[in-house]
């Protein structure tokens, strides 16, 4: 499903569970959207911060509506109670509300020693 009449910018980290959640909203609901990570971009998180008066992350701008330090379930409710989303029944393809494991983390940093990639 194709949603036009969206503008998604997300401000996100490269390996974190609350970003992990948000690309997961947007996967599970056909969503394109600009990422912009503020790990490899520096540049980014200063953008981020100006627009939301806040440092902490995810940020989501929809439209021109800044929504501040948000996990994706919130993202996901958001955009349900605007009227943008029709609601589906797809389950994410991983978890919209929580912080990385630390399991999850032990795997980010061999990879990160070893030079792969774990997420896009």
């Known amino acids: 499903m194709e949603h036009p ?16 959640g948000v690309r997961a909203i947007f996967r599970k ?18 953008e981020m ?17 800044m929504l501040a330090d948000v996990s994706g379930a919130e993202i996901e409710n958001w955009l349900l109670e605007q009227g943008l989303l029709v609601e589906n029944d797809a389950i994410p393809d991983a978890p919209i509300d929580s912080s990385c494991t630390d399991e999850q983390h032990l795997a980010m940093q061999s990879a990160a020693v070893s030079g792969i990639r774990l997420v896009d």
Request: hydrophobic letters at 30%.
């Open 49 to 65: 911060e100006h627009k939301s008066g806040q440092p902490l992350s995810p940020c989501v701008e929809i439209n021109g509506q």
């Open 29 to 46: 609901y056909g969503l394109a959207f600009e990422e912009k990570d503020i790990i490899k971009n520096p540049a980014f998180r200063w």
């Open 5 to 20: 009449e969206l503008t998604i910018t997300a401000y996100l980290k490269t390996h974190c569970g609350w970003s992990e």
